[in-house]
């Protein structure tokens, strides 16, 4: 069993934050020493296994995580591998300090049986580069799909994805009876995109009144609209108290839908809050810059948005972050507003646009730790992973928290080749990543095999 140690790095859990060592053995932690311990003697016991460890590392002026659990991406296999695929975007995930990923089911065909969902498992044996789970999907007419894979297959999928919005695959529910069906379901969480239908078909008739086929990309946050967004997740919650609900909130893009559930929680303590980096990031000035990639559905909104955002991740009001990957090729993105596609690709930037955001609000590493990994973990019940903890799998990201690095296309791991962030300066570069107590990144570089495993839910 080969033995690793990490020293003289900052450990940063959602708990405590301090110096200290981890100890890999074989694909798990073998133990996390913090030097100033001094009853556990801990200096003597780093001491000996630097000089007993098959690997040391010295880790001296750099931040020891555990690696980053991503419960909201879009890689786009099956179906769309043209645009990404499992392989090449779980490269690109190791990079944003992301070691596991759970894939959303808008594929085609769409993964709204675990039938399908198990294709989806097959694809991805031994080709992907960070662990990998799947959410099913759900439709207008599939609860009882929904309601058997729960009951008997649970550890096999995250869980149930609605859409109260359209968005790419068009896999909208919006029957009140499915919907009220969904929502009683027990034993999984049921992740929402939250968006109001006929207030976007509105807001669209009357952009297209106004501008024609040329609609300007800035009106994006008006058409996809911050109405649309609080309508539809008002009914989630209320669906959600009224059934107590495990109820995942995606992609929260405004001040007033992180209040409501924030409310909401004191009567549904299972009430959880997703946003990612890009809502972190981007704000509605930005459109004029990036047009059409910057087009991701909900919309990016207001900069006072983006600072409630900021200011609930500081909170706890926000649980957790997914990136909401979405890539399209860039001459798919270069059409007019309403042929160009929503999406972002961005996984590649999660932990160093966190790890900036951090920096600049002053917030606290360990609520970065706890949003980024510990919490994803705890919500979708992810087995022995999301912390550095002995006997959890050896899933770590050692990043240097004071580098800036500017994004550079060219760098990108992407399949579609571009980024919304390029040209941006990022303070933060993940140098060193292990999946399952393997070493797959060295000094900011993909060296591995694809050593992913399939993630099992409690």
């Avoid at 059934?243 to 924030?262: I, R």
């Amino acid at each position: 069993m080969k033995t690793t140690l990490l020293y003289n790095g900052t450990i940063i859990t959602g708990d405590r934050t301090g110096p200290g060592a981890v100890l890999i053995k074989g694909d798990r932690i073998g133990a996390v020493y913090y030097t100033e311990d001094k009853e556990t003697d801990a200096g003597k016991e780093i001491g000996r296994w630097i000089r007993e460890a098959d690997e040391a590392i010295d880790t001296e002026g750099k931040a020891i995580m555990a690696g980053g659990i991503d419960a909201h991406v879009h890689f786009r296999e099956p179906g769309m591998s043209h645009k990404a695929d499992m392989e090449s975007e779980s490269r690109a995930a190791l990079l944003g300090g992301v070691t596991s990923f759970m894939d959303m089911p808008n594929t085609k065909p769409a993964t709204v049986s675990m039938a399908l969902l198990e294709d989806k498992a097959t694809m991805a044996e031994g080709r992907v580069y960070a662990n990998y789970g799947f959410h099913l999907g759900a439709t207008n007419d599939n609860i009882d799909e929904l309601e058997l894979a729960v009951r008997t297959c649970g550890d096999r999928f995250g869980g149930i994805k609605v859409f109260m919005g359209s968005s790419t695959g068009n896999m909208l529910v919006d029957s009140p009876e499915a919907l009220e069906r969904i929502f009683s379901i027990k034993g999984k969480p049921v992740l929402v995109h939250c968006e109001d239908e006929r207030t976007i078909t509105d807001n669209l008739a009357r952009a297209v009144e106004e501008f024609g086929d040329d609609i300007p990309f800035s009106m994006h946050p008006e058409i996809r609209s911050r109405k649309a967004c609080i309508r539809s997740s008002a009914k989630a919650l209320e669906l959600a108290i009224s059934h107590g609900t495990a109820l995942h909130l995606l992609h929260v893009s405004t001040a007033e839908e992180l209040k409501m559930a924030a409310a909401a929680k004191t009567y549904n303590s299972g009430i959880t809050v997703e946003t990612s980096a890009n809502y972190l990031w981007f704000s509605d000035r930005d459109y004029d810059r990036l047009g059409s990639r910057l087009k991701c559905n909900p919309a990016v909104k207001t900069v006072g948005d983006r600072t409630a955002l900021r200011e609930g991740l500081r909170s706890g009001e926000v649980d957790t972050i997914g990136s909401d990957h979405a890539p399209h090729l860039i001459e798919e993105k270069e059409g007019r507003y309403r042929e160009a596609p929503s999406g972002i690709p961005s996984i590649q930037q999660s932990l160093p646009v966190l790890l900036t955001v951090a920096s600049e609000e002053d917030i606290p590493l360990q609520r970065i730790a706890a949003a980024f990994s510990e919490k994803a973990a705890e919500i979708f019940k992810v087995r022995d992973r999301g912390r550095l903890k002995p006997g959890y799998f050896a899933d770590i990201v050692v990043a240097d928290t004071g580098k800036d690095t500017t994004v550079s296309e060219d760098r990108l791991l992407y399949k579609c080749g571009w980024s919304p962030y390029g040209g941006c300066t990022l303070k933060g570069r993940v140098e060193t990543v292990f999946i399952n107590g393997e070493k797959t990144v060295s000094e900011g570089s993909i060296i591995g095999r694809p050593a992913g495993r399939r993630l099992i839910f409690e």
